[in-house]
């Protein structure tokens, strides 16, 4: 089945220290390339409940309450882009499925992104093992309120999330 995501030809799928298969980087990659875009359906919250428990954790949220995920378990490989998160990420979004480069990334690097950037939900907490230096510990669907992320990633949010930002500080 030819996959519905696309990964640059420049990475590659392996064994991660924070989780599971990562993404990793087999060759030298400049900033705000494309690194990898999400395919898949675009479901509802209420049907991505639904899947998760055949599917596991294989979305990207594109909006207050709409996902981009498999929904079938043969298309589940093709549809995962192993973007682990990280406190200290090496990419982010451009638009809503596009995940570039935030800064040169060199070989041999895990591509990782923050889940601030994509998510806003009301999930419980994940306890982080990115491992990082400014490790956050615990991960919550709400830590793109948070100022300092606000401002670190700035131009690297989903395009819904910056465009919540937006509104919350035109209100203020
Ligand atoms: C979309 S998968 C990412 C790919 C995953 N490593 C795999 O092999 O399928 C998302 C899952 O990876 C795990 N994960 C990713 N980053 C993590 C982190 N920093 N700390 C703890 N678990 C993480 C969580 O279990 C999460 O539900
Ligand atoms: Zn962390």
């Known amino acids: 089945m030819h996959p519905l995501s696309f990964l640059s030809p420049k990475t590659t799928v392996t064994q991660s220290p924070i989780h599971g298969r990562g993404l990793f980087a087999n060759e030298d990659i400049a900033k705000d390339e494309i690194v990898a875009i999400k395919g898949g359906h675009t479901v509802t919250r ?38 682990n998160h990280s406190c200290e990420p090496t990419i982010g979004v451009c638009g809503q ?29 994940m306890t982080c093992t990115c491992g990082s230096p400014s490790c956050r510990g615990v991960i919550s669907g709400k830590d793109w309120q948070r100022a300092d992320l606000q ?8 395009s819904y999330l910056a465009h919540k930002i937006q509104q919350v500080s035109n209100k203020e």
Do not use: K, N
């Open 97 to 125: 499925i596009v995940f570039v480069a935030m800064r040169t990334i060199r070989a041999g690097e895990e591509l990782t992104h923050d889940w601030a950037m994509t998510d806003d939900d009301d999930e419980e907490p």
């Open 151 to 158: 401002q670190r990633y700035a131009g690297y949010f989903s």
């Open 46 to 83: 209420e049907i991505l409940a639904e899947l998760r428990p055949a599917l596991g954790s294989a979305e990207i949220q594109i909006a207050g309450e709409l996902f981009i995920c498999p929904v079938h378990d043969e298309e589940r490989e093709g549809s995962m882009i192993f973007s």
